[in-house]
């Protein structure tokens, strides 16, 4: 089963607006982490927030965690055509060792 | 060159062959993982490996064999391909509980 799970699904804004994604998830974690695939190309990792953490920015990406609430957020901030992707979260549980477990993603698409 | 490999990038096989997919990484991380990437289900993993010599199943090992001689080399093998393995199949590194490095990707088709 799906530890996380993004919404939305899909998501279309205009070059220069923000994106804003959110991730729930239903155990207990380590860590959160978001993730960007291009089409047709491997994952790459964005942020990695761990569980004692509420905030974390990496340029134009502000990530946020709510233990109470088993839920992050991705924000990008003034998106350009070249973020349109798809972002996944991924969560290390307590108990899992070093295995994540993604959700299935948004789609970001942005226009120019 | 630095980094994680993957090759094939693009494999053809017909059902009931055996194929194997390589994975490379120049870190030394001490993790290794295949996931399996299908429309509908996300990233799934197979197995995974801690280090050299130790591997174990991930959430859908059923069809598929591996095996780590080494610490940077962890192979995927499909002992006998059927039409539900076709995918695209990703391997990562990592050191312990840190993020995940992911190679290109082997996009696989059994006819």
């Known amino acids: 089963s799906q530890q996380g799970e993004e919404d939305p699904q899909a998501l279309s804004i205009q070059e220069g607006e923000n994106a804003t994604m959110n991730c729930s998830y239903k155990?207990?974690?380590?860590?959160l982490q978001w993730y960007r695939q291009n089409s047709g190309r491997g994952l790459v990792h964005l942020i990695l927030?761990?569980?004692?953490?509420r905030e974390k920015h990496s340029g134009r990406l502000r990530v946020t965690l709510d233990t109470s609430k088993k839920s992050s957020s991705l924000l990008i901030t003034a998106s350009r055509a070249a973020d349109t992707a798809s972002y996944f979260c991924?969560?290390?549980?307590?108990?899992?060792?070093?295995?994540?477990?993604f959700g299935e993603g948004t789609q970001l698409t942005v226009n120019p | 060159d630095a980094g994680i490999t993957q090759s094939p990038r693009y494999k053809i096989t017909e059902t009931g062959r055996q194929v194997t997919l390589m994975c490379h990484q120049t870190?030394?991380?001490?993790?290794m993982f295949w996931y399996r990437q299908d429309l509908g289900h996300g990233l799934r993993l197979i197995y995974y490996?801690?280090?050299?010599?130790?591997?174990d199943k991930g959430e859908v090992p059923d069809g598929y064999v591996v095996s780590r001689s080494k610490t940077e080399n962890f192979p995927l093998t499909l002992e006998s391909a059927t039409r539900s393995q076709t995918s695209v199949y990703f391997c990562?590194?990592?050191?312990?509980?840190?993020?995940?490095?992911f190679g290109p990707g082997t996009r696989l088709t059994v006819t």
């Open positions: 870190w030394s991380h001490s993790y």
């Open positions: 990562a590194s990592s050191e312990i509980r840190a993020e995940q490095y």
């Open positions: 490996s801690a280090a050299a010599d130790i591997t």
């Open positions: 927030i761990r569980s004692n953490e």
């Open positions: 155990t207990s974690i380590n860590n």
């Open positions: 991924a969560t290390l549980r307590e108990t899992s060792g070093s295995r994540l477990t």
